[in-house]
């Protein structure tokens, strides 16, 4: 009997990313889903390093970092892969997987920010939309690298529904159909898949989380300009 | 041409492209050695590696792998039954802990060293040498854990990890001729001090990592560069 524990936090990217592989997979798993601000005793008990969500908890071994977690179950349940077989197309989809995680943090700061600094972070994050737009073969794949949900397209997921709820709050739109056709289909095709679809959190409340986060950023930077 | 049809466009100061080179020593593979000048990176590097412009890039026949750590993956798996043992653990558990391991070096270890090393004032130096110390002080407890009493962060065969931070003794080399202290504290991580003399030691990364006289007037140079870019940047516009 497989003893599988997932520590998330219902509005994060990051925790949203374990989610997913699991239920593509099929894999039953316990969810407890973390107070940020008053994390449970278990939690900094499995993740000592970064006291951070997500965590994966197999048979009593923890295991932490979003990626690295995808990958551990894509490996362990080999069913509904993420990976190619082929040596060279994993080497690409591995790429692509790190270059959105690396970049993915640099992506929301358009959302911390107001002013010159948000002016400066909206471009940043077009920048990197325009890199994955150009370069990841979105032009001749329905996803990042393969016809099928991979690795990268995991990784990038949350830029299908958690960052229209960011543009939607501070009155931005990155991916039009004119600017980023791929990445605009690409954003359909994801949501259209059965098992995301059903395992996004409900948008009302994701809006309602990120206002809440929009004025506590606000008051930070408006703090920061009175010193 | 070699006859694996490998070239690597690496260069001996980097620890990244020395962790591909590690990866094919233990491999026993050929492979043609092209070092680039980062400040006039060749037509192949920017063609290879469009997106970062990095160092290094292996490539195998039409096929450009990027990434240090994705290329060793790339090579462990071609080449899987090359050498005596594989370089990433075989079972998913002990990969992830690797992985999340490597990830946390190349963030934390790799960015207080070189933000240490090349500070540009007293205090930032102190604040990263200091943070460098909690890292080894951390990574010390890992190798304990994960050698079991072997030499290697991989048990008796040198793996992941090792080929990762192994890389970076050069640079800790630097550091010592920079700051007088040594790279490992022999009170506080002797299990890193015997670990980086058995790496050092290991066929297969022997001639590898380049000579530290070598690296650190290349590290001077580089910090003069950062320097001068610095006061560039600080300098009122005209």
């Given at each position: 009997?497989?003893?599988?524990?997932?520590?998330?936090?219902?509005?994060?990217?990051?925790?949203?990313?374990?989610?997913?592989?699991?239920?593509?997979?099929?894999?039953?798993?316990?969810?407890?889903?973390?107070?940020?601000?008053?994390?449970?005793?278990?939690?900094?008990?499995?993740?000592?390093?970064?006291?951070?969500?997500?965590?994966?908890?197999?048979?009593?071994?923890?295991?932490?970092?979003s990626?690295v977690?995808?990958?551990?179950?894509?490996?362990?349940?080999?069913?509904?892969?993420?990976?190619?077989?082929?040596?060279?197309e994993?080497?690409?989809?591995?790429?692509?997987?790190?270059?959105?995680e690396?970049?993915?943090?640099?992506?929301?700061?358009?959302?911390?920010?107001?002013?010159?600094?948000?002016?400066?972070?909206?471009?940043?994050?077009?920048?990197?939309?325009?890199?994955?737009?150009?370069?990841?073969?979105?032009?001749?794949?329905?996803?990042?690298?393969?016809?099928?949900?991979?690795?990268?397209?995991?990784?990038?997921?949350?830029?299908?529904?958690?960052?229209?709820?960011?543009?939607?709050?501070?009155?931005?739109?990155?991916?039009?159909?004119?600017?980023?056709?791929?990445?605009?289909?690409?954003?359909?095709?994801?949501?259209?898949?059965?098992?995301?679809?059903?395992?996004?959190?409900?948008?009302?409340?994701?809006?309602?989380?990120?206002?809440?986060r929009?004025?506590?950023?606000?008051?930070?930077?408006?703090?920061?300009?009175?010193? | 041409?070699?006859?694996?049809?490998?070239?690597?466009?690496?260069?001996?100061?980097?620890?990244?492209?020395?962790?591909?080179?590690?990866?094919?020593?233990?491999?026993?593979?050929?492979?043609?050695?092209?070092?680039?000048?980062?400040?006039?990176?060749?037509?192949?590097?920017?063609?290879?590696?469009?997106?970062?412009?990095?160092?290094?890039?292996?490539?195998?026949?039409?096929?450009?792998?990027c990434?240090?750590?994705?290329?060793?993956?790339?090579?462990?798996?071609?080449?899987?039954?090359?050498?005596?043992?594989?370089?990433?653990?075989?079972?998913?558990?002990?990969?992830?802990?690797?992985?999340?391991?490597?990830?946390?070096?190349?963030?934390?270890?790799?960015?207080?060293?070189?933000y240490?090393?090349?500070?540009?004032?007293d205090?930032?130096?102190?604040?990263?040498?200091?943070?460098?110390?909690?890292?080894?002080?951390?990574?010390?407890?890992?190798?304990?854990?994960?050698?079991?009493?072997?030499?290697?962060?991989?048990?008796?065969?040198?793996?992941?990890?090792d080929?990762?931070?192994?890389?970076?003794?050069?640079?800790?080399r630097?550091?010592?001729?920079?700051?007088g202290?040594?790279?490992?504290?022999?009170?506080?991580?002797?299990?890193?001090?015997?670990?980086?003399?058995?790496?050092?030691?290991?066929?297969a990364v022997?001639?590898?990592?380049?000579?530290?006289?070598?690296?650190?007037?290349?590290?001077?140079?580089?910090?003069?560069r950062?320097?001068?870019?610095?006061?560039?940047?600080?300098?009122?516009?005209?």
């Amino acid at each position: 009997m497989e003893d599988i524990k997932v520590f998330g936090l219902w509005s994060s990217p990051f925790s949203q990313r374990v989610v997913w592989t699991l239920k593509l997979k099929g894999v039953s798993y316990e969810y407890y889903d973390e107070d940020l601000a008053n994390k449970s005793n278990l939690l900094l008990q499995y993740n000592p390093i970064y006291k951070k969500v997500p965590v994966l908890v197999h048979n009593g071994k923890p295991i932490s970092e979003s990626m690295v977690i995808v990958q551990y179950i894509d490996e362990t349940w080999p069913q509904i892969p993420l990976l190619p077989q082929d040596a060279y197309e994993r080497a690409k989809a591995r790429f692509w997987s790190k270059f959105i995680e690396e970049k993915s943090m640099q992506m929301m700061e358009f959302f911390i920010y107001d002013g010159e600094r948000q002016e400066r972070a909206i471009k940043e994050t077009l920048d990197i939309l325009r890199v994955i737009e150009n370069e990841s073969g979105l032009s001749e794949k329905m996803f990042i690298c393969g016809n099928t949900i991979g690795l990268a397209d995991i990784a990038l997921g949350w830029v299908a529904h958690t960052l229209p709820v960011m543009e939607e709050i501070v009155g931005v739109k990155f991916i039009t159909i004119d600017a980023f056709p791929h990445l605009h289909s690409w954003v359909k095709n994801f949501l259209e898949i059965p098992v995301i679809k059903n395992n996004l959190p409900p948008h009302e409340k994701l809006v309602e989380y990120f206002r809440e986060r929009r004025k506590v950023f606000l008051a930070m930077a408006s703090h920061h300009h009175h010193h | 041409m070699a006859t694996n049809d490998l070239k690597l466009l690496g260069g001996w100061f980097s620890p990244f492209a020395c962790r591909v080179q590690i990866a094919l020593s233990i491999k026993g593979l050929d492979y043609e050695n092209i070092v680039e000048n980062l400040n006039l990176k060749s037509d192949l590097l920017l063609q290879s590696n469009p997106t970062y412009k990095k160092i290094p890039v292996l490539i195998h026949g039409e096929k450009t792998i990027c990434e240090s750590a994705i290329i060793v993956q790339y090579i462990d798996e071609v080449w899987k039954n090359n050498g005596t043992s594989s370089i990433l653990p075989s079972n998913a558990y002990d990969k992830a802990i690797a992985r999340f391991w490597v990830s946390y070096i190349d963030d934390k270890f790799f960015n207080s060293l070189r933000y240490g090393l090349f500070a540009q004032d007293d205090e930032s130096k102190k604040k990263y040498f200091e943070e460098l110390e909690e890292v080894l002080l951390k990574l010390e407890e890992v190798f304990n854990e994960l050698s079991e009493g072997k030499e290697f962060f991989g048990g008796e065969n040198i793996g992941f990890i090792d080929v990762a931070f192994g890389c970076y003794l050069s640079w800790l080399r630097v550091k010592e001729k920079f700051t007088g202290t040594k790279k490992f504290d022999e009170a506080k991580n002797p299990g890193l001090v015997k670990w980086a003399e058995a790496f050092s030691a290991h066929p297969a990364v022997k001639g590898i990592l380049p000579e530290t006289d070598k690296l650190v007037e290349y590290a001077i140079a580089l910090a003069q560069r950062l320097a001068a870019a610095a006061a560039a940047d600080a300098a009122p516009p005209k």
